[in-house]
């Protein structure tokens, strides 16, 4: 069993930072890719950003140039620093992860934590 659990969303102004995080716990042998999805009301699930074990990233459009992904191998814990926040990425984010058990290979998805950008 594989559990990943995401933290640090919460309300903050446009033109503030977040810093996301996401860990990842269980029967986890490794983890190749990890990465952000969002989904804001009334809309669906988007990609974010993404970054490989061997820290090669790539963004959304969206994302560029604002948002920084990251990771510690070591904790299995994925980071998502975003800077220069607008409303529109109002949304709940997701992260997941590529991971490999003992057993065998599955994408894992978190619950989510809610990002609310609005003055």
């Known amino acids: 069993q594989v559990q990943l659990v995401e933290s640090g969303g919460g309300l903050v102004q446009p033109g503030g930072s977040l810093r996301l995080s996401c860990s990842a716990s269980g029967s986890i042998f490794s983890i190749n890719a990890m990465g952000w999805y969002r989904q804001a009301p009334g809309k669906e699930r988007e990609f974010v950003a993404r970054?490989?074990?061997?820290?090669?990233?790539n963004y959304a459009d969206s994302a560029k140039g604002r948002f920084t992904i990251s990771r510690d191998n070591a904790k299995n814990t994925v980071h998502l620093q975003m800077n220069s926040l607008k409303p529109e990425d109002t949304a709940v984010y997701y992260c997941n992860a590529d991971v490999i058990t003992y057993r065998y290979r599955d994408i894992y998805w978190g619950k989510g934590t809610l990002v609310d950008v609005s003055a």
């Open positions: 970054i490989t074990s061997g820290s090669v990233t």
